[in-house]
């Protein structure tokens, strides 16, 4: 699924958020136009007509400005097609993904001599994250929206991910990571995102409040590290099973930092092989 058609499933499954942060107002009674615009196709995989009332909606997501027929053009004849079929008006917005490479100007009509026609159009990098961060349903899109400090935001994604309900979760942190790969490198996305997963367990934090407990005599770096240890020790259990006393002692011995390591890796192994492997490469 390319990243401008997965905008589209989202406005798709939830569209009176999008039409009411795009419109800037509350909108209720919305529902998806599904519509089929006569002549040749003109791209509809990636645009969403949303039914408002007395009005019409089109919101098309672009992650690069080329195209062909160019961008203009293509509102122009969306509006024509839409406005010939069903004689509402129409509020055209047009969702870039990503800035443009080498300062491309961003066109916001189509005119040739007496024609003019225009549109609107959303940077989601000069968005305010907030809003995004708020709602489950544009959440996916936060990891676009402004800031000085692009991995803070995405570790603020990350807990506000894990906040979500249990059952909306999974979908919700795939949509995220997904979309987050326009701006981010492929594996702090999925370190971020395994550790946030593990650090939310409620084991995890009684582990660690037992451990820090323990550790107010011996100091709580020492306490952090044996509630680390533990917490390995039992995922390792419960993904490959009981650990020889020759790989538990291994494992014991780890730094706080290797310990962490450990944590992020053992999400990914199937047997004791691979922590086998893991202590032997450390």
């Not at 098309?60 to 406005?83: A, G, I």
């Not at 995004?132 to 996916?140: I, R, Y």
């Not at 979500?164 to 981010?184: C, D, H, M, N, W």
């Not at 890796?265 to 893991?278: I, N, P, R, V, Y």
């Amino acid at each position: 699924m390319s990243f401008d058609n997965l905008c589209k499933l989202l406005s798709e499954k939830h569209p009176e958020t999008f039409a009411s942060w795009v419109l800037g107002t509350p909108q209720t009674g919305v529902t998806v136009l599904k519509t089929e615009l006569s002549i040749e196709p003109i791209r509809a995989d990636y645009v969403t007509f949303l039914q408002l009332e007395g009005r019409i909606l089109h919101l098309e997501f672009q992650t690069k400005l080329e195209s062909t027929p160019p961008l203009p053009l293509r509102m122009l004849d969306y509006w024509v097609r839409l406005y010939r079929l069903y004689r509402l008006p129409i509020t055209q917005v047009v969702v870039l993904l990503l800035p443009p490479k080498d300062e491309i100007e961003i066109a916001t009509a189509f005119t040739v001599e007496n024609t003019r026609h225009e549109y609107r159009v959303i940077k989601m990098w000069e968005e305010n994250p907030e809003p995004f961060l708020q709602d489950s349903a544009l959440l996916p899109l936060a990891s676009l929206t402004a800031t000085n400090q692009p991995p803070v935001l995405l570790e603020q994604i990350v807990q506000r991910v894990n906040q979500v309900q249990t059952t909306q979760r999974p979908e919700i942190s795939a949509y995220t990571q997904i979309l987050a790969g326009l701006k981010f490198k492929k594996d702090l996305i999925r370190r971020l995102f395994r550790e946030g997963m593990m650090r939310e367990s409620v084991i995890y934090q009684e582990i660690l409040e037992e451990g820090e407990q323990r550790g107010e005599q011996r100091g709580r770096q020492e306490g952090r590290q044996e509630g680390e240890r533990s917490l390995v020790l039992r995922q390792l259990t419960r993904k490959v099973g009981e650990l020889p006393p020759r790989m538990r002692e291994q494992v014991e011995t780890l730094t706080l930092e290797q310990l962490e390591n450990l944590g992020e890796a053992l999400l990914d192994f199937t047997s004791l092989l691979d922590l086998e492997a893991w202590l032997a490469n450390k």
